[in-house]
C-alpha cells in the first residue's frame, strides 16, 4: 500500500472535462473567414466560459482545459463517441512491466514552430508538472508518478510507485497530459499566454493565430497534427467571449455566431426549445454540482475559536438533512439537472446512493426535525451563522437563483442564518483553496469517465480541494482501488469509500446534470461534441 506521504495530489477545483450547460448552434449568417460572413470554412463560437491560463500546469478548469483540448497534444486521447481512452500522438502505450507503462511516439512529430516534438518534451512536460506543482493546477492527478525517462526520441517509460495501475492511461488524457514544448515553456515556473501564443507551441488539432484573453480567440487547422482525431472538419474557428448570458443567447437567436456552449440559463435553454430554427440536443454527461466544507474555517472548524469536531459534524449533517435537491432541480434547472445522492454519478460503475439513507427523511426529501436532532445532539447553538459563498460567473447565470434557493432551505428550518456572498471566478478560483470561504459552491466536469475521478482528487488527504479533510481509511483504500485489477473487487472497494465519506461529509453533492445543445440547421458535429469523452471540442464542428 502506497503511503500517505506518496499521495500529494494539490490543486484547484476547476472542472475539467465535459460542459453540462448549453451548448447552442444556430448561425445562419455568422461565419466566414472573418466569423462575421457566410462562408463553410469558418465557425463562430460564443461563451461565458473564463480562461485562467494556457499554461497546463497553472489551470484546472472547463474554460482553460477547452482552449488546450484544440491545441496542445496528449499521449492518449478519447475518439469521438467512446469513453476509453487510446495513442494519440503515439503510436502505442502499454504497461512493459507493474510499474512501467511504455509510451512509444509516432516518428517524425512537429511543433508549429518547426521544432521537433520528442520524448524530451514529454518528460519535460510531467517533470515540470511535478515540479510547479502550482496550487491552481492538476499536478494532483500524478500522485502515483515516480519518475519519467526518455530512453531515445520517440520512447518514454514512465515509472510508476505503484504496479497495475489502472487509471494512469486516462490520466494521461486529462488536463494533466498536455506536451509542451520545451524550448517554449519554464521548466520551474508558470509561461505566460502571450510567451505560448509566441512561442508557437502548439500541435494539436488547431494553433492560436490571434489572442486576447476571455475576449477573443483565433484558430486555424493545423495541418501537421497526426493524431486520433483526425484532420478537423472546420479550417478556421473563432471563439468569443461573453460576460452575460443574455448577450449570448441574443447573438444566438440573431445569428452572430454558430454555437454557443457554457452557459446558458435553464429558462434561456427552455426558451430555445420553442424557437424553430434549432434543435436540442442531449448527450451524456457527468457534471456534479456540490458544497464543500473547509474543516479549519467551517462553524466549528479546526483553526475557528469554538472549534469542535463533533459540532462540525453535526453542522455538516444538519445541511445535508435540510437541502432539498429535487426542488433545485426542478424549480431551478427545470429538469436539466437530477437529483444527487452520491458523490459518483448516476451511470459508472460502483455508483451508489450513500447519502439518501443517511439525512433528510431517507428518501431523497428534506427533514427539518432530522437536522434540529443532530444540532441538539452536539450541543450546537441554533440558529448557526454559516457564511457560504458562490461564483456568480463560473457555473452559468442560474447560480444566484440555485444559491437563493439552498438559503431559503437552510434557514425556512430556523437552524441556520446563511450569510449569502459571490464573486467572480478569476478571485473565486484563488480564494476557495486559501482557507477564505468556510463553505463554498463547486461543480465538477470530469477529466475521464470512470469513478475514480470523483474519489481521488476530493477524498486523498492531500486533495485539490484543499479543505483539510483527512481520514486514512478512506485514502488508503482510494490507493486500493486504483491498483485493483479484478473488476468486482474495485468496485467493492469503490461502494465502500462513497459510504465512508458519507458519514464524514467531506462534500455535499445534490445535482448531477447531461449535456445539452442547441443546434442550427447549418452547423453540424454537435453530436460528436456531446459524446462520452466529456471534452469539447471544435474540431468536429462545421458548416453545412
Not at 445543445?517 to 468536429?540: H, I, N, P, Q, W
Amino acid at each position: 500500500m502506497t503511503s500517505a506521504s506518496t499521495t500529494a495530489r494539490r490543486g484547484i477545483v476547476a472542472v475539467a472535462g465535459l460542459s453540462i450547460a448549453a451548448l447552442a448552434l444556430a448561425g445562419c449568417s455568422a461565419g466566414g473567414s472573418n466569423g462575421s460572413g457566410g462562408g463553410g470554412d469558418s465557425i463562430t463560437i460564443g461563451t461565458t466560459d473564463k480562461i485562467t491560463t494556457l499554461d497546463p500546469a497553472g489551470s484546472y478548469d472547463n474554460g482553460s482545459f477547452a482552449v488546450m483540448n484544440q491545441v496542445f497534444p496528449f499521449l492518449m486521447n478519447t475518439p469521438y463517441g467512446s469513453p476509453d481512452v487510446e495513442p494519440d500522438i503515439a503510436e502505442s502505450a502499454e504497461f512493459t512491466a507493474p510499474t512501467e507503462y511504455t509510451v512509444k511516439l509516432k516518428p517524425g512529430l512537429k511543433w508549429a514552430n518547426g521544432n521537433d516534438l520528442t520524448s524530451s518534451d514529454v518528460k519535460f512536460s510531467f517533470d515540470r508538472q511535478l515540479k510547479i506543482a502550482d496550487e491552481n493546477g492538476p499536478s494532483s492527478l500524478l500522485y502515483n508518478l515516480d519518475s519519467v525517462e526518455a530512453v531515445d526520441d520517440t520512447t518514454v517509460v514512465f515509472h510508476l510507485k505503484s504496479e497495475n495501475d489502472q487509471i494512469f492511461p486516462q490520466i494521461l488524457s486529462s488536463p494533466v497530459g498536455p506536451i509542451v514544448d520545451e524550448d517554449v515553456f519554464s521548466a520551474d515556473a508558470l509561461t505566460t499566454d502571450d510567451e505560448i501564443v509566441k512561442g508557437e507551441a502548439f500541435a494539436g488539432q488547431y494553433v492560436i493565430t490571434s489572442y486576447k484573453m476571455n475576449e477573443l480567440i483565433s484558430y486555424a487547422a493545423n495541418p501537421d497534427y497526426e493524431g486520433i482525431l483526425g484532420a478537423p472538419k472546420t479550417d478556421k474557428v473563432n471563439v468569443k467571449y461573453y460576460a452575460d448570458s443574455s448577450n449570448l443567447k441574443l447573438d444566438v437567436q440573431e445569428g452572430n455566431i454558430d454555437v454557443a456552449f457554457r452557459s446558458l440559463s435553464a429558462t434561456d435553454i427552455d426558451d430555445l426549445k420553442k424557437n424553430d430554427k434549432v434543435k436540442v440536443v442531449d448527450g451524456p454527461g457527468g457534471e456534479i454540482r456540490y458544497i464543500v466544507f473547509n474543516f479549519n474555517t467551517q462553524p466549528y472548524g479546526a483553526t475557528t475559536p469554538e472549534a469542535d469536531p463533533a459540532k462540525a459534524l453535526a453542522v455538516r449533517q444538519a445541511v445535508a438533512d435540510l437541502i432539498d435537491r429535487d426542488e433545485i432541480a426542478t424549480q431551478v434547472y427545470k429538469g436539466t439537472y437530477t437529483p444527487l445522492y452520491s458523490y459518483v454519478p448516476a451511470g459508472l460503475t460502483g455508483q451508489v446512493d450513500a447519502l439518501k439513507p443517511l439525512y433528510g427523511d431517507g428518501n431523497g426529501g428534506p427533514d427539518a426535525d432530522k437536522a434540529k436532532a443532530s444540532l441538539e445532539a452536539a450541543g450546537v447553538t441554533v440558529p448557526v451563522e454559516l457564511n457560504l459563498q458562490y461564483s456568480n460567473d463560473h457555473y452559468g447565470p442560474s447560480s444566484g437563483d440555485e444559491y437563493a434557493l439552498i438559503k431559503d432551505q437552510l434557514e425556512a428550518s430556523g437552524l441556520f442564518k446563511v450569510n449569502l456572498q459571490t464573486t467572480e471566478w478569476v478571485q473565486y478560483s484563488k480564494d476557495r483553496s486559501s482557507d477564505v470561504y468556510p463553505a463554498y459552491q463547486l461543480g465538477w466536469f470530469p477529466d475521464y469517465s470512470d469513478a475514480d475521478n470523483y474519489l481521488t482528487p476530493f477524498f486523498l488527504i492531500e486533495n485539490f480541494l484543499a479543505n483539510h479533510y483527512n481520514n486514512q481509511e478512506v485514502n488508503d483504500l482510494i490507493l486500493q482501488q486504483a491498483v485493483t485489477a479484478d473488476p468486482a473487487e474495485r468496485t467493492a472497494l469503490i461502494e465502500q469509500i462513497q459510504e465512508k465519506v458519507a458519514a464524514d461529509l467531506s462534500t455535499v453533492p445534490y445535482l448531477q446534470g447531461a449535456q445539452v445543445a442547441v443546434v442550427g440547421a447549418d452547423v453540424t458535429g454537435a453530436e460528436d461534441t456531446l459524446d462520452a469523452s466529456f471534452k469539447f471540442r471544435y474540431a468536429a464542428l462545421a458548416k453545412g
